[in-house]
């Protein structure tokens, strides 16, 4: 017998809420910010054939669709709060629900997220997550705070998620795949990152579209340039074999999906991001330099070791032009 | 040439925020509560073929994506103030996201809503918006605060929007179909009604399921039952001319889509309530009341004119039981 929405929510999607007043169950949830905060306010929808094949692993997809919202609220240096998930199923699959779920909670759970509310409705497979956080008033992580002069720096090792997308394609070695799917299928987003760098760094953005991209878009909203060298974007070991290849060199630079920060700070800062990258265990790389900006110039330039620019014909990905 | 998703969100769904720190354009967006106050959170997916048809009017689909949103905001007593949009789309279409554009912001602008982030991908079409409203500390008006004795209030007029659905079926005049579908593809939230019954009305919820479906919720929270004069529930002048058929009374009772307000208030508050619906030039008519729970009985029972119970067959909408 079908599950009706009403078993379907309470069996998977109800759990105690730890910081609202009201969770799953009324019209709406109601939560209490805490004062002298202000609260940031991020969506994700994620679509099957487009975002994740058809038969993707329900447990990565559920903690995949909470990740890539956390990214964002990581980037804006807040802590994640309360989530709201719809959902639209071809068919109400018990199964699959159990396995979406326990991805989802146990995110959740690691960062203390409540899910307060929620929509399930039958149609082609769509998965739709909002995250509201908290951040101390005035203390946002933007990306149009960035100036000239300014370090720009990533968290992690960059270009995994986009190689293994073509890694059959290209005939990669076995061995080498699961490392690398594992940063496209189970991203971790940075959420302590986030937080630490609150008054330390002046900008931030997640890497969802691609490095380039991505540091472009501070560029853009905080009218500065960026110089980064090749030779110092941090890679995984298994990417770092396949550097001679110019699709791996293109996953460096301009792949998506690695949900890492990047970020720039004032030379004064290096010290405590130094002291921060110690203390969360997680490798935080100088990767180059904010600059003026020069009109007709491109936002991003990349230098080659012999300081030469290097073109990038892909300059990240556009959900709508391919 | 087809639009990207960064023109596409300029085009279309980048406004002047009138009260969010940060619109638009950033990871996310930042936005500052009021203190004293509590947030409300809700979210609603509509996916074509289950909610709307394909080919349906993009300018009326904007309206109600949002307007079903706003009405679950309107059941909590809060007042709407941000919201997303998350936009699955076959193809970036320019004249269709213009429309839907339109539609929705319209309805924002006149509820003051801050349209403050989004997503946009392809995909088979489908529109995820989520609301956060405002609502002062304590006094939101919830399902589970129905009490004995209360009075049974619903607004405006039931089972337009479910008659709409079936026109054809029952071959309706075509002069009554239009303000049956207006109900259906345009639906008013109660913002401002759920305001005023702060205070007032000691529960409420939104009619979307249906008004026995719906009141139930209200009496599963509350721990009580209700009893409703049939004869005594609101209908159109349009829908009382088919009251004689079967499809007409089963709208009435258990038709989803009105987006009306079904509440509870004590009976002292009759005076109150008139003045309400003078002051909104909004009908708000008293059918029926609560009553203890008895074991067994079921929450919601229907009397007809001789005070007899009427077996209602369909009790609501389930979206994966039918």
Redesign the interface.
């Known amino acids: 017998m ?5 078993e ?1 929510i309470r069996r998977f999607f109800t759990y105690p809420a730890r910081h609202a ?2 969770g799953v ?9 805490r ?1 002298g905060f ?8 994620l ?5 994740f094949h058809q038969g993707a692993d329900p447990e990565q997809l559920g903690h995949k669709a909470l990740a890539v919202n956390l ?3 990581a ?2 240096g ?1 802590t994640p709060r ?1 989530a ?5 199923l071809p068919r ?1 699959d018990a199964r699959w629900l159990a396995a979406f779920s326990r991805g989802f909670m146990r995110l959740a759970r690691r960062y203390g997220v409540d899910l ?9 497979l ?1 998965i ?1 997550v ?1 995250v ?2 908290e ?1 101390p ?1 005035g203390r ?1 992580l ?3 705070g960035a100036r000239a002069g300014d370090d720009v720096w990533v968290s992690g090792t960059l270009g995994d998620a986009a190689l293994a997308l073509v890694a059959g394609r290209l005939g990669l070695a076995s061995r080498n795949r699961p490392p690398l799917r594992l940063k496209l299928d189970a991203p971790a987003p940075r959420v302590g990152l986030g937080v630490a760098l609150r008054g330390i760094a002046r900008s ?3 890497v969802s579209d691609g490095l380039t991209a991505d540091l472009g878009h501070i560029c853009e ?1 905080s009218n500065v340039a960026a110089v980064v060298d090749f030779a110092r974007i941090p890679a995984s070991a298994t990417l770092k074999q396949y550097l001679h290849r110019p699709a791996a060199r293109l996953a460096l630079l301009a792949g998506g999906d690695d949900y890492e920060l990047v970020f720039s700070a004032g030379r004064a800062r290096r010290e405590a991001i130094a002291r921060i990258s110690r203390r969360l265990r997680l490798r935080l790389t100088r990767i180059g330099r904010m600059t003026r900006r020069r009109r007709g110039a491109p936002p991003v330039t990349v230098l080659d070791a012999t300081g030469r620019p290097i073109t990038v014909a892909h300059g990240g990905y ?4 391919t």
Request: aromatic letters at 4%; charged letters at 25%.
């Open positions: 079908p599950l009706t929405e009403f379907l007043v009201l169950g009324d019209d709406a949830a109601i939560v209490r910010a004062s202000e609260l940031v306010i991020t969506t994700d929808m679509v099957a054939g487009r975002h990214s964002d609220i980037a804006m807040a309360w709201t998930l719809a959902l639209a109400a307060v509310g929620g929509d399930t409705t039958r149609g082609p769509n739709c909002q509201v956080g951040v008033r946002a933007r990306r149009d931030a953005i997640d909203r556009e959900h709508f032009s």
